[in-house]
C-alpha cells in the first residue's frame, strides 16, 4: 500500500481544514488507518485512527471533539476533519495503514506510512 497525504497548509486559529490521504493498491479495506503528527523538536504522537469499514474510530484526548477521522473505501482515501484549530495542533501529519484489520493508536501497529503534509495554524 502506498500512501500520499494532501491538503495541508495554512489556518488562522479557530479555523478548519480537511486533509486527505490517497492510498493505491485494491486492499484498502482491509487497512485499519490512522493519522500521526509530529510538531518540530517532537516526537511523532498519534491523532486518529479508524477501522477497517469506520465501525470504530479513536481520537488522542487533545484532538477529541475537534477532529473526525473518515474512510471511503470506494475512493481508497482516508479523511481528517479538523476544526477549532489551535496554535498546538501546528505540525506535520502523516496518515498510516496497518496490514490488517482493528483499531491502533501506537505508531509501530502500523506498517505503511504516507509522506506528510504540513499543517501550519497561525494569526
Known amino acids: 500500500v502506498q500512501l500520499q497525504a494532501f491538503r495541508g497548509g495554512l489556518v488562522q486559529p479557530g479555523g478548519s481544514l480537511r486533509l486527505s490521504c490517497a492510498a493505491s493498491?485494491?486492499?484498502?479495506?482491509?487497512?485499519?488507518l490512522g493519522w500521526f503528527r509530529q510538531a518540530p523538536g517532537k516526537e511523532r504522537e498519534f491523532v486518529a485512527a479508524i477501522s477497517r469499514y469506520a465501525s470504530s474510530t479513536y481520537y488522542a484526548d487533545s484532538v477529541e471533539g475537534r477532529f473526525t477521522i473518515s474512510r471511503d473505501n470506494a475512493k481508497n482515501t482516508v479523511y481528517l476533519q479538523m476544526n477549532s484549530l489551535k496554535a498546538e495542533d501546528t505540525a506535520v501529519y502523516y496518515c498510516?495503514?496497518?496490514?490488517?484489520?482493528?483499531?491502533?493508536?501506537?505508531?509501530?501497529?502500523?506498517?505503511?506510512w504516507g509522506q506528510g503534509t504540513q499543517v501550519t495554524v497561525s494569526a
Open positions: 493498491g485494491r486492499t484498502f479495506s482491509r487497512h485499519a
Open positions: 498510516a495503514a496497518a496490514a490488517r484489520g482493528g483499531i491502533y493508536s501506537r505508531h509501530y501497529e502500523y506498517d505503511y
